[in-house]
T-cell receptor, first 113, second 113 residues
Framework: SQKIEQNSEALNIQEGKTATLTCNYT??????LQWYRQDPGRGPVFLLL?????KEKRKERLKVTFDTTLKQSLFHITASQPADSATYLC????????????FGQGTELSVKP | DGGITQSPKYLFRKEGQNVTLSCEQN?????MYWYRQDPGQGLRLIYY???????QKGDIAEGYSVSREKKESFPLTVTSAQKNPTAFYLC????????????FGPGTRLTVL
C-alpha cells in the first residue's frame, strides 16, 4: 500500500542547532514534494517545493533534499530559533493529478532557548 | 487583501444534523480543496475541485458533499451520514497546475454534541 511517514515523535532541540526532519514514502512516484509549517489551531503555510530531478533546494535558513532512490526527503532548519517551533508537514504530488497533494502526518518541532 | 477565509471558526452541531462550512477565496485560483485533520494526524483529502461546476471525491468523501457554483466559493456540507464528524476542517486553494503551492484558510473546528 502507499504510505507517507514522518517522524512520529516530537523533535526537541536547543536554539542555534540544526533541526532535521524526515519524510519517507513507499509505493509512490512523486513528481515533486512540498513542505508546510502548521501552528496550533491554524492552517498550514507553504515553505518549499522540490522537484523529483532536484537534489536540494534552499530558502534562507531552510534546506530540503529529495532522494528518489531512498524515497526520502530531509528538511533542515539551520540556526534554529524558538519561533521555529511548529508542526512541519511534507506533501507529495503525483504525476497527472494536477495540484492534488498527499500529506504526511507531520512532525512537531520544539526549539528550546 | 487577498486570501482564503473560512467561517465559522468554531461550530457545534447536534448529532443527526447536517451542517455547512463556508470557504471563500479571492486569489482567483481555479482549484479548491477540503481536508479533514484529526489530532496528531496529517491532512486527509475529502473533496477537491479543479474548475467551476466540477469536483472529485478525495480519500474520505463518505458522509460529505460539496458544490462549486462559483470560482470563489467551495462550501462543504457535513451530513448526518458522517459517522465521526468532530474534527478540524481546512479549506485550501491553488492555481491548480502541477508544482503550485496550496494556500490554506484558518480552519473550522467542528464539534458534534
Amino acid at each position: 500500500s502507499q504510505k507517507i511517514e514522518q517522524n512520529s515523535e516530537a523533535l526537541n532541540i536547543q536554539e542555534g542547532k540544526t533541526a532535521t526532519l524526515t519524510c519517507n514514502y513507499t509505493n509512490y512516484s512523486p513528481a515533486y514534494l512540498q513542505w508546510y509549517r502548521q501552528d496550533p489551531g491554524r492552517g498550514p503555510v507553504f515553505l518549499l517545493l522540490i522537484r523529483e530531478n532536484e537534489k536540494e533546494k534552499r530558502k534562507e535558513r531552510l534546506k530540503v533534499t529529495f532522494d528518489t532512490t531512498l524515497k526520502q526527503s530531509l528538511f533542515h532548519i539551520t540556526a534554529s530559533q524558538p519561533a521555529d517551533s511548529a508542526t512541519y508537514l511534507c506533501a507529495l504530488a503525483i504525476y497527472n493529478q494536477g495540484g492534488k497533494l498527499i500529506f504526511g502526518q507531520g512532525t512537531e518541532l520544539s526549539v528550546k532557548p | 487583501d487577498g486570501g482564503i477565509t473560512q467561517s465559522p471558526k468554531y461550530l457545534f452541531r447536534k448529532e443527526g444534523q447536517n451542517v455547512t462550512l463556508s470557504c471563500e477565496q479571492n486569489l482567483n485560483h481555479d482549484a479548491m480543496y477540503w481536508y479533514r485533520q484529526d489530532p496528531g494526524q496529517g491532512l486527509r483529502l475529502i473533496y477537491y475541485s479543479q474548475i467551476v461546476n466540477d469536483f472529485q471525491k478525495g480519500d474520505i468523501a463518505e458522509g460529505y458533499s460539496v458544490s462549486r457554483e462559483k470560482k470563489e466559493s467551495f462550501p462543504l456540507t457535513v451530513t448526518s451520514a458522517q459517522k465521526n464528524p468532530t474534527a478540524f476542517y481546512l479549506c485550501a486553494s491553488s492555481i491548480g497546475e502541477a508544482e503550485t503551492a496550496q494556500y490554506f484558510g484558518p480552519g473550522t473546528r467542528l464539534t458534534v454534541l
